[in-house]
């Protein structure tokens, strides 16, 4: 091999690489003819192979060479590739063409799950009042959820709350969300009015009017000189809020560890209205929630003297406060999110 014969060669690639260039049809073509001149593995380094043999004199004009090919093959191939992309985007453009006179898709609209709409409702009465939401954690500890609210280890009242316990002892999955009123009272200073909305778990066989998993919302107020009047006018005007006006209603004795004195509080039957039928089982009431006077000892618990403050706690079922609204007989149906259902609140 030797300097004229090497660079003969040279000259015969840039007049064969610039005429395959010149007539490459496509972007693609121009990428696979750029690998085959310039690569690494590529036309011009096979040729510049050779170089190694020449005398030490020589090898920079052939190297000379060989930078003006290299230049003169990527100048032709940007040029080509202008060419060529211009003409591809054209013939996209033509085929692709948008008609902006086609009629929208409809955007598919969500709307609020049943159960976070009654809490919504419910957060929106109350707040009227004066009522602020807080949240308290879903993961508690058996102190918070039981004890704290006069619920000792062992006690029957246990009975009433069939717990879920996760793994690490002495924390549970919290069975309601009165826990919801120490973590309150321990963080403020009355006036309270406080509203704890929240899922809540239990170890339920599940059927119509039980779930293991369900929301509630808490409801607690404390104050100098609140009294069960006080928890009851308000009860009222939440249930004529939520229910509609001139419904009546009624307290009944109940009971919960944590108030004293404890009631459930019904209002008529939405279905028949008094007189009895098979949605409220004859008795012409339904019951929506239980309520009571914050027990001293919850007080205390909560770092508050009695005798100084009283209070008063409630707490609902917001999928209850549905199924009663929406004559919704079923509670699974909260949990299952069956759009035939869900679509029915949009
Ligand atoms: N925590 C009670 C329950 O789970 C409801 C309740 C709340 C009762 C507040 C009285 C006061 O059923």
Not at 75 to 100: F, I, K, N, Y
Not at 145 to 168: E, G
Request: hydrophobic content about 40%; aromatic content about 8%; glycine content about 10%.
């Amino acid at each position: 091999m030797d300097f004229a014969q090497l660079t003969r060669d040279l000259e015969a690639l840039r007049s064969e690489a610039l005429a395959q260039i010149v007539a490459a049809p496509d972007t693609a073509a121009l990428e696979s003819l750029e690998v085959e001149i310039l690569g690494k593995k590529g036309r011009l380094t096979g040729i510049l192979r050779g170089i190694g043999a020449l005398p030490a004199d020589d090898r920079p004009r052939v190297g000379a060479v060989a930078n003006t090919i290299r230049q003169a093959v990527e100048a032709a191939l940007r040029d080509r590739s202008a060419a060529v992309g211009g003409a591809e985007l054209r013939a996209r453009l033509l085929t692709e063409r948008v008609d902006v006179t086609t009629p929208g898709r409809p955007i598919a609209r969500g709307s609020l799950h049943p159960s976070i709409e009654a809490m919504a409702d419910i957060a929106r009465i109350f707040s009227q009042f004066g009522f602020v939401v807080h949240e308290s954690p879903e993961v508690e500890d058996d102190r918070t959820n039981f004890q704290m609210l006069n619920i000792p280890p062992d006690h029957p009242a246990r009975d009433l709350w069939d717990t879920l316990y996760v793994d690490q002892p002495g924390y549970l999955l919290r069975t309601h969300t009165s826990p919801g009123q120490i973590r309150v009272m321990q963080a403020m200073r009355p006036p309270i009015r406080a509203l704890l909305p929240g899922r809540c778990f239990r170890y339920e066989a599940v059927d119509a009017s039980h779930g293991f998993e369900f929301f509630q919302v808490e409801g607690l107020m404390v104050d100098e000189g609140t009294t069960l009047g006080d928890l009851k006018g308000l009860l009222d005007q939440f249930a004529r809020a939520m229910f509609g006006a001139n419904k009546r209603t009624r307290f009944r004795p109940g009971y919960y560890p944590f108030t004293e004195p404890s009631v459930a509080f019904d209002v008529e039957c939405l279905v028949c209205g008094g007189p009895g039928c098979p949605a409220c089982g004859r008795s012409g009431w339904m019951t929506i929630l239980g309520a009571g006077m914050v027990h001293p000892v919850v007080l205390r618990n909560g770092g508050l003297d009695p005798e100084r403050y009283q209070g008063f706690a409630f707490g609902m079922g917001p999928e209850r406060i549905s199924m009663l609204k929406h004559g919704i007989t079923d509670l699974r149906l909260f949990m299952e999110n069956d759009l035939r259902f869900l679509e029915q609140f949009a």
